[in-house]
Each structure stands twice: as structure tokens, then as C-alpha cells.
């Protein structure tokens, strides 16, 4: 079992930049992926970005030169920096990670873009 607690989210108005982590906890053999998700009111979950265990990242367009996804803190966290942020990023941000034997997910944070 592993468990995801994301947090850091929040209101920011447009411009603004937001700092999201991710921590696991629970029976944890090895990481293979790291992931930040996303979904707005009304609309399906959509990938923000993505990182191996070998460091290979990859972003949604629409996160590429914004958001930054890092895992330079300790092993068992991500983050998510986002700048910039526009109101079109308000949605609840997930948090998920990939074990030998399936993905798991955190509960979310939302973020709200709004003047």
C-alpha cells in the first residue's frame, strides 16, 4: 500500500507562481514514474508532466515552459513548480506514482487562478 499526500496549492492570481509537492509513504520497494495530473470542472484528467526513474521528463504542451516537474528533494517526493499561471490552470492537481505492480494517486490540492 502506498499512500500520496500532495500539497501546496491555493488561489494565485494570473502571473503568479505555485510550488506543489508530493510525498509517499507506505510499503515502498521502488519508483518507476512520477507524474503530476490535472482536472478542471467539467473536463476529463489530463497529464501536466512526467518523470522516470531514469530522469526522462516529459510536459502537456501547455506546461511546457511553465511548470517544471522535480524530484530533486528527498526520494520519496515530486513537486511541481508552476509559473505563470493562468485561470485556465484552476483544476485539482494529482499527484501519482508508478510501483512495479500498478499507479497510485493522491487525493488532489486544488488550484485556483483568479484576479
Known amino acids: 500500500q502506498v499512500t500520496l499526500v500532495e500539497s501546496g496549492g491555493g488561489v494565485v492570481q494570473p502571473g503568479g507562481s505555485l510550488r506543489l509537492s508530493c510525498a509517499a509513504s507506505?510499503?515502498?520497494?521502488?519508483?518507476?514514474?512520477w507524474a503530476w495530473y490535472r482536472q478542471a470542472p467539467g473536463k476529463q484528467r489530463e497529464l501536466v508532466a512526467h518523470?522516470?526513474?531514469?530522469?526522462?521528463?516529459n510536459y502537456a504542451d501547455f506546461a511546457k515552459g511553465r511548470f517544471t516537474i522535480d524530484r530533486t528533494g528527498a526520494w520519496n517526493e515530486v513537486y511541481l513548480q508552476m509559473t505563470n499561471l493562468k485561470p485556465d490552470d484552476t483544476a485539482v492537481y494529482y499527484c501519482?506514482?508508478?510501483?512495479?505492480?500498478?499507479?497510485?494517486w493522491g487525493e488532489g490540492t486544488p488550484v485556483t487562478v483568479s484576479s
Open positions: 501519482s506514482v508508478d510501483t512495479l505492480d500498478r499507479r497510485w
Open positions: 507506505g510499503s515502498i520497494v521502488s519508483f518507476y514514474a
Open positions: 518523470t522516470t526513474a531514469s530522469e526522462v521528463t
